[in-house]
């Protein structure tokens, strides 16, 4: 499994929700570009990370967090699944399903496959991201339980290739 970790801009302040960037036109495309597409393509999950607000992490909101007890319960359950589901096949997790397993435990209904239609002609996505796209869609799926990769299940998929947008620090040129 890859992890990385960058900055969006040399100041590190592109898209913050209290500062602003100070980088002249063209630096953030630039730094961007550092990091290949085919490098990024290899990443199953793009975040951004925003600074978190002090009554989040105090929990000073109505909203009680989800324990790391639940989570980890709901990941033991979802991994059983795909334990299950390839028994025999020589994997063990979605991320390593191939073509042929993709096509069989990754089915979209028509307006899922509709939704990624549109996904890759806006974002300009490659075939390797349409395949982790559908990975990352089937595992949420299996951390809900869900039997069948719904439309929700795969926007939030889409939403994880944020630095797949060719769009990305374009209004800094």
Same mark, same amino acid.
């Given at each position: 499994?890859?992890?990385?970790?960058?900055?969006?801009?040399?100041?590190?302040?592109?898209?913050?929700?209290?500062?602003?960037?100070?980088?002249?036109?063209?630096?953030?495309?630039?730094?961007?570009?550092?990091?290949?597409?085919?490098?990024?393509?290899?990443?199953?999950?793009?975040?951004?990370?925003?600074?978190?607000?002090?009554?989040?992490? $105090?929990?000073?909101?109505? /909203? *009680?967090?989800?324990? =790391?007890? %639940? !989570?980890?319960?709901?990941?033991?359950? +979802?991994?059983?699944?795909?334990?299950?589901?390839?028994?025999?096949?020589?994997?063990?997790?979605?991320?390593?399903?191939?073509?042929?397993?993709?096509?069989?435990?990754?089915?979209?209904?028509?307006?899922?496959?509709?939704?990624?239609?549109?996904?890759?002609?806006?974002?300009?996505?490659? $075939?390797?991201?349409?395949? /982790? *796209?559908?990975?990352? =869609?089937? %595992? !949420?799926?299996?951390?809900?339980?869900? +039997?069948?990769?719904?439309?929700?299940?795969?926007?939030?998929?889409?939403?994880?290739?944020?630095?797949?947008?060719?769009?990305?620090?374009?209004?800094?040129?």
């Amino acid at each position: 499994m890859w992890k990385m970790a960058t900055h969006q801009c040399p100041c590190g302040y592109y898209n913050h929700p209290a500062k602003d960037c100070v980088c002249a036109p063209g630096k953030v495309r630039q730094y961007l570009n550092r990091v290949s597409g085919p490098l990024l393509d290899r990443i199953d999950l793009h975040v951004e990370v925003t600074p978190v607000p002090f009554e989040a992490i $105090a929990h000073t909101g109505e /909203r *009680i967090p989800e324990s =790391s007890a %639940t !989570i980890r319960e709901r990941v033991v359950k +979802a991994r059983a699944i795909q334990a299950a589901r390839f028994a025999g096949a020589g994997i063990t997790t979605n991320a390593q399903m191939n073509t042929r397993l993709l096509n069989r435990y990754c089915k979209l209904d028509a307006d899922s496959l509709e939704l990624l239609k549109t996904a890759m002609h806006r974002l300009h996505l490659s $075939a390797r991201a349409y395949d /982790r *796209i559908l990975k990352v =869609s089937r %595992t !949420i799926a299996d951390l809900q339980g869900a +039997a069948a990769i719904s439309a929700a299940h795969l926007a939030e998929a889409i939403h994880y290739r944020s630095l797949d947008r060719e769009q990305w620090g374009q209004e800094y040129e």
